[in-house]
């Protein structure tokens, strides 16, 4: 610091170095991950090995205290080339679960989960087939020798998709499922097939690049023992499989779907009737509030079907969006009366119910909205 | 590929010492920035200069290409490194904006705002006083030679504390306020001071670390000339400022702030009163759905009676929430109607109405949920 002050240009020339060494760092790294992405192709291990990201931040973790660097700096850095790493792993392909594997069918997979999946399988070694909508005239054919027939098709097609299959499937086949509803579709598969059923139900949309860190809902069908490998294979991709009752799971996706999107889809609908100026909001929003619009704004991005068909599909769904609607009711009088007294009681109320929880979450998304800010000022927007 | 396959150990052996040597560069961009802070602070550069930081972004991102690395890779590391260097341009202080500068006198500077923005002054050369609750038998003394006096006391307060004010300030001092709702507390400084006035609303929660890259709102009160070296202070903070006129902000406010904050809490009422298993939830949940519980949760952490107020004081959110909460109701009508194609036609309205924005919040969001689901197995939770 007694040295002569450096001039702005050459200390930003030096930045520019070191930032460049981080390119070349990043492309070193890269050609190590595909090497071992081969290596984990051939011998089968997971992509996503928990303990092996655990142990390799906190010793990165330490080294950073020990540099003077933030601990938290190194994380994020090392979580973000990660994820990167998780997607090219799969580039090599997978390691199939079976040492001989039968043909998969998957009936819809023009869809885009069902391309999804059908491309996970076709790099785990599996011979992949389709049945679209045009297809039923050649079910039977592409259909025999089936090992694994997974119906991937709008949840109002799927219990009459099931019962079309019917009779066309070789007897020892697995009949699984992807639907976000769970107890129609199992009970139609069991009716429809006598052989191993399951229900599965990937928590992510078709737009993920991986399936690693993705969580997997298993309600269980028939001869758990039989589909075994299917959950092998979703392993190998990096899914983390949860098993719940169907009835559960159904009651959990009306709350966590259908209200949800519905709610959503009324605040879009609100902005339009009042007619907002969504140019001078986005100009005055915190980072919160433009959060809240782009996740407004993503859903109307997106199929209308689909989401017609998640909130429609689901009763439960209606019935919770009735009470909603009257606790909204409710709380509108508490605020035209004035009664802050009261609003602050129920504040503390719910903070008691949601208990250690919402602290937690007040820093995950501090540290969500901390990454939102750093975008600011992006290319294309 | 022909060699023979390394083990692998051999192979993470090797991915670490790559990381341990992305430690070392960290540490040395560290040193680096601290030099060029040091030269901002003395030469008064502000700490965000947007073009610096867009041109560095494209010549990384063109290196990135040509070594088959990711761009938006390395672009998401260097957003997320250029944060932390934000900060740490503030630590060997700011340039002051004023050669000769006058006390800045924080009036709720216990509170956490006001302690923020009186560190902020207080690194930047300025002499800081503290006017809080208990201090008012000794006002006159704590305002003597005021060149500023900056009011950040709760928005019920505001008013009151501006009215008692008048008389107790040096006749040309700025008398300015941090408070979200605009138009009261002007009209209060215009009646209190006959000096420069000037409102100001920073857009973003008092734990943020820096204000670079934050948008503060002015509103135009009296002799703006007299108070731009106050604007000047923000900008070379990293401040982004927007002018807006105090009844739209106001308006703005009750939309972004009042109804979303109110929606939130009945959805947690909701939740509350559903007694939701958030275990079994957030097991269950999809990324999205995870960061709205989160963002649910969050408020909840918060202070009640800043929610109270900012609800409460809002006339228009009242309104605002009473056209929601009909609307919400019409649209559960056409849920229990079963009226699929009339809420398609909807969705597609929406949609128009959000142009081509949906299409950038979708790109901007699924960005932000991939790095939610890059802190999946993150320590503490």
Redesign the interface.
């Known amino acids: 610091?007694s040295d002569p002050?450096?001039d702005?240009d050459d200390?930003?020339r030096?930045?520019?170095t070191?930032?460049?060494?981080?390119?070349?760092?990043?492309?070193?790294?890269?050609d190590?991950?595909a090497?071992?992405a081969?290596?984990?192709s051939?011998?089968g291990?997971p992509v996503y090995v928990?303990e092996?990201?655990?142990a390799?931040l906190a010793?990165?973790r330490t080294?950073?205290a020990q540099?003077?660097?933030?601990p938290d700096?190194?994380?994020?850095?090392?979580?973000?080339?990660?994820?990167?790493s998780y997607s090219a792993e799969g580039e090599t392909g997978y390691r199939c679960a079976l040492t001989d594997p039968r043909p998969v069918v998957i009936v819809g997979g023009g869809g885009a989960m069902g391309s999804l999946l059908g491309d996970l399988f076709n790099r785990s070694g599996f011979t992949v087939r389709i049945l679209e909508t045009g297809d039923w005239d050649r079910a039977e054919s592409i259909l025999t020798g089936a090992g694994l027939v997974l119906v991937s098709v709008p949840i109002a097609a799927t219990v009459p998709v099931i019962q079309r299959l019917q009779g066309l499937l070789p007897a020892d086949a697995i009949l699984a499922d992807v639907t976000s509803r769970k107890a129609d579709a199992l009970a139609a598969m069991l009716a429809a097939h006598a052989g191993p059923v399951l229900g599965l139900h990937p928590?992510?949309?078709p737009?993920t690049a991986t399936l690693a860190?993705?969580?997997v809902?298993r309600c269980l069908g028939r001869d758990e023992a039989a589909s075994g490998w299917v959950l092998d294979q979703f392993q190998i991709w990096g899914a983390s499989i949860?098993d719940?009752d169907a009835a559960?799971?159904d009651w959990?996706?009306a709350?966590?779907?259908a209200l949800?999107h519905?709610?959503t889809?009324?605040?879009?609908?609100?902005?339009?009737?009042?007619d907002?100026?969504?140019a001078?909001?986005l100009?005055?929003?915190?980072?919160?509030?433009r959060?809240?619009?782009?996740?407004?704004?993503?859903l109307?991005?997106?199929d209308?079907?689909l989401?017609?068909d998640i909130?429609?599909d689901s009763a439960e769904?209606?019935e919770?969006?009735?009470?909603?609607?009257d606790?909204?009711?409710a709380?509108?009088e508490m605020?035209?009366s004035?009664d802050?007294e009261g609003?602050?009681r129920?504040?503390?109320?719910?903070?008691e119910?949601?208990g250690p929880?919402?602290?937690?979450?007040?820093?995950?998304?501090?540290?969500?909205l901390?990454?939102?800010?750093?975008?600011?000022?992006?290319?294309?927007?």
Chains 1, 2 share one sequence.
Not at 346 to 351: A, C, I, K, M, P
Not at 357 to 368: G, H, I, M, P, T
């Open positions: 610091m002050t450096p702005l200390l930003r030096q930045i520019d070191v930032d460049t060494r981080l390119v070349a760092l990043l492309a070193e790294r890269r190590l991950v090497q071992v081969q290596y984990k051939i011998h291990i928990p092996r990201e655990a390799l010793a990165r080294e950073a540099a003077g660097v933030s700096l190194i994380e994020d850095l090392l979580r973000r080339i990660m994820r990167e928590m992510c949309g737009t860190k993705q969580v809902v949860v719940t559960v799971h959990a996706m709350r966590i779907q949800r519905f709610a889809f009324v605040y879009g609908v609100h902005l339009q009737e009042e907002a100026d969504l001078a909001m100009e005055l929003s915190s980072p919160i509030y959060l809240e619009l782009a996740m407004t704004g993503r109307f991005a997106q209308p079907g989401y017609t909130i429609f769904g209606l919770e969006a009735e009470r909603f609607r606790r909204f009711a709380a509108v605020y035209r004035g802050r609003f602050r129920r504040f503390r109320d719910v903070r119910w949601f929880v919402a602290e937690e979450f007040l820093a995950e998304s501090s540290v969500l901390a990454q939102a800010g750093d975008r600011v000022g992006r290319k294309g927007r």
